[in-house]
């Protein structure tokens, strides 16, 4: 089974074997900038890695690397979960180009046994979800008690959410993400530059020297000072949670998890193991 976790501004792909759960699996990588319309200044350097390319999302050839790391599992279905349809829509053009001779199936709410106690559970992020099952599940599968659990996950938006001790989903709060923050400042202003997210350091020098150390330093405050500040929230506002464990990943996660009051732990690719668990 070929597993897809496709967000706002990247798709991370993965293959377990059946009867298996994702746990340290090779994860590709397509990665893109979620753009802000109003941006008219450069793009900055992104840095990479040999299993991942940077592409816009009407780059097919990139699609087309994806897939043919996959190139002898072609027979195999594919479970993705998807908040950016254009890149889907782009995955099964790819899919389709390369010979795929089974199904995709798309993850719903549907297919996550664990409840949802939210206002409109149906305009929930599937990945919201998926990383709640996710954590939850990593939590309590060993755990000699049900545990709640705070989610959070650090990509385009960080969001930081709660399930409680009997497994509900129990909605979170939704914050802009460190490549968002940084675009958001560049779009907002005449003279600040555009930064990547490596020039973000999980402790920036303090006072900034430069207009770039500056805002690192500003940026690394929102979103660590965010995150803290919520979980802090859940862990004095909840009856018998003060020592709720936090489960942090996403891409940008290692810069909050020095900063995240213990008991916390950083698991990557929470949206993949939650696919993992829902595998038909």
């Not at 059946?18 to 350097?45: H, I, M, Q």
């Not at 939210?118 to 992020?125: D, M, N, S």
């Not at 930081?160 to 001790?165: G, H, S, T």
Request: charge should be negative; include cysteine; hydrophobic fraction near 45%.
């Amino acid at each position: 089974m070929i597993l897809v976790d496709i967000g706002n501004s990247g798709l991370r792909a993965s293959r377990v074997a059946v009867g298996r759960f994702f746990k340290d699996e090779t994860v590709y990588r397509l990665s893109w900038a979620a753009a802000v319309a109003s941006l008219r200044k450069p793009s900055p350097e992104q840095e990479t890695a040999p299993d991942q390319r940077w592409c816009n999302l009407d780059d097919s050839p990139a699609f087309d690397w994806l897939v043919s790391r996959f190139s002898e599992f072609l027979n195999e279905s594919w479970l993705v979960s998807c908040v950016q349809r254009r890149a889907l829509d782009q995955l099964r053009a790819s899919l389709k180009a390369n010979g795929l001779r089974s199904e995709l199936k798309v993850v719903s709410h549907s297919d996550i046994s664990m409840s949802i106690d939210v206002i409109a559970p149906e305009k929930t992020g599937i990945d919201r979800l998926l990383a709640a099952y996710s954590a939850y599940r990593y939590v309590n599968d060993t755990a000699s008690k049900p545990r709640p659990v705070i989610v959070i996950q650090a990509g385009t938006a960080v969001t930081v959410d709660l399930v409680d001790e009997s497994g509900v989903f129990r909605g979170g709060a939704i914050m802009p993400g460190l490549g968002l923050s940084l675009q958001l400042l560049a779009a907002g202003t005449d003279l600040l530059p555009w930064l990547g997210n490596h020039a973000v350091d999980v402790r920036p020098i303090l006072p900034g020297k430069s207009t770039e150390q500056a805002i690192s330093a500003g940026v690394n405050a929102a979103l660590v000072g965010g995150a803290a500040h919520l979980v802090d929230r859940y862990r004095s506002e909840n009856p018998n949670s003060a020592d709720t464990k936090a489960i942090v990943s996403g891409g940008d996660g290692h810069l909050l998890i020095p900063h995240i009051e213990k008991p916390a732990e950083f698991v990557e690719h929470l949206v993949l193991r939650g696919l993992s668990y829902i595998v038909p």
